[in-house]
């Protein structure tokens, strides 16, 4: 993962748009089918600070800004999502 990453960072540089997918698809929800039910606010609180680092935020910039801003969806929702439509899918196959 960690040459995927660096090949990314070097390739989508000013792409903050393929940045945030390769975020969402590498380290934020890989395995989200799995643990997804038994989500905190650590995800949200990565995505922000990720989000912070790749546009050269300050750190203390309010979050409220940046999700307003950005049109952030929450990672929990996003891996909420993809739990359901696993179980659902894993239930279709049971039967």
Do not use: P
Not at 71 to 84: F, G, N, P, S
């Amino acid at each position: 993962m960690k040459k995927t990453w660096s090949v990314g960072e070097k390739i989508f540089k000013q792409d903050y748009k393929r940045r945030m997918k390769m975020f969402g698809a590498l380290v934020a929800l890989f395995g989200a089918e799995v643990w997804g039910w038994n989500m905190e606010e650590r995800l949200d609180r990565v995505q922000r600070r990720y989000v912070k680092w790749i546009l050269g935020l300050d750190m203390t910039t309010s979050n409220y800004i940046l999700v307003e801003e950005c049109k952030l969806i929450e990672m929990k929702e996003k891996a909420l999502k993809r739990a359901a439509r696993y179980e659902g899918k894993a239930y279709e196959n049971m039967n």
